[in-house]
């Protein structure tokens, strides 16, 4: 498959290598399991703020499930993620969002010395704060991102061989939700 218009929007190697070997944009749409290149892919190409509400939507149900690595009595990641699907469902103001984002924020930072790196909420947040580069959506992108952030900071300790078998089992199921939410490939 061709991909110089993929290669205008400057992915990382290891993705246009991949694509080179799929038959059509549909084939790898279907047959990608990486969730976190797919919302990149998503976010570079969204346009307007209905196409961020989606990508919103995509994303908060992506990392949802790192909320596990959360302590039971920290709400804040939840908060941030609830109030960003409230702003993409129009009932929330870019200022919750941001209010929301920075309480996160503050959540990963209190336990960021004391839990070790939970793959799947990472990868969930590495993919949505590239992938939320528009201005109007970046306080939504925020708050996603840190509360994935705050969840990987609170998590328990991964033995390597686990840790990445935990991140490829979560990047492919990423992708299943993002073809839920975008069953057709983005033109580009």
Same mark, same amino acid.
């Given at each position: ?112 010395? &004391? #839990?070790?790196? +939970?793959?799947? !909420?990472?990868? $969930?947040? =590495?993919? /949505? %704060?590239? *992938?939320? @580069? ?9 708050? &996603? #991102?840190?509360? +994935?952030?705050? !969840?990987?900071? $609170?998590? =328990?300790? /991964? %033995?390597? *061989?686990? @840790? ?10 990423? #992708? ?13």
């Amino acid at each position: 498959m061709k991909t110089t218009k993929l290669e205008k929007l400057s992915p990382c190697i290891e993705a246009v290598q991949w694509v080179k070997g799929q038959k059509s944009a549909k084939a790898a749409w279907q047959n990608c399991e990486r969730g976190d290149r797919m919302l990149w892919l998503l976010g570079k190409l969204s346009k307007n703020e209905n196409d961020r509400k989606l990508l919103t939507l995509a994303t908060c149900e992506c990392v949802r499930p790192s909320l596990k690595f959360v302590p039971e009595d920290e709400k804040r990641p939840l908060i941030a993620i609830e109030t960003a699907e409230k702003w993409a469902k129009g009932k929330a103001t870019l200022q919750e969002v941001k209010k929301a984002a920075a309480a996160a924020y503050d959540a990963r930072a209190a336990y960021a010395y &004391t #839990a070790a790196y +939970a793959t799947s !909420a990472a990868t $969930a947040s =590495a993919a /949505y %704060a590239t *992938s939320a @580069a528009a201005a109007s959506a970046a306080y939504a992108a925020a708050a &996603t #991102a840190t509360a +994935a952030t705050a !969840a990987a900071a $609170a998590a =328990a300790t /991964y %033995a390597a *061989s686990a @840790a990445y078998a935990a991140r490829k089992e979560t990047l492919k199921q990423c #992708a299943e939700i993002v073809r839920k939410h975008y069953p057709e490939p983005p033109k580009l």
